[in-house]
């Protein structure tokens, strides 16, 4: 499925693939982060050779988009809270900038952590 906004310049559509990429190194440079995981492969534990697998990109309407993240985190001191936040953060804003639509909810779903 495409994202589609209007600007001046004319309709810009976006794939979903396209923004997870996006979503997927934004969370990948995030300190405390190891990899993600698709929900899919949750229970089964495989850690995913496509990063973008572990980001699910949903549709609002009115330019709007809700981003679920499914992290392997990295037990280095810092809390769980504060490393969720600054992925939400970043995710929000390299979304945000290279989409120019916006996101309305970044969840992040830790799904193991690494010691």
């Known amino acids: 499925m495409k994202l589609t906004t209007f600007n001046s310049f004319g309709k810009i ?3 979903e693939k396209a923004i997870s990429k ?3 190194v934004s969370v990948l440079e995030c300190v405390g982060v190891v990899g993600l995981m698709s929900s899919r ?3 089964k534990g495989n850690k995913l050779t496509t990063a973008h697998k572990g980001v ?3 549709t609002l309407g009115n330019d709007n988009m809700k981003i679920d993240v499914y992290v392997i985190m990295r ?5 769980a809270s504060a490393v969720s936040e600054s992925i939400r953060q970043s ?3 390299s979304v945000e900038r290279f989409a ?3 996101v309305k909810d970044v969840i992040v779903h830790i799904v193991d ?3």
């Open 91 to 93: 995710v929000k804003y």
């Open 100 to 102: 120019g639509m916006l």
């Open 113 to 115: 952590v690494r010691l």
């Open 75 to 79: 037990h280095c001191g810092v809390s």
């Open 13 to 15: 559509s976006i794939s």
């Open 41 to 43: 492969s949750f229970f």
């Open 56 to 58: 699910v990109v949903t």
């Open 22 to 24: 996006v979503a997927a």
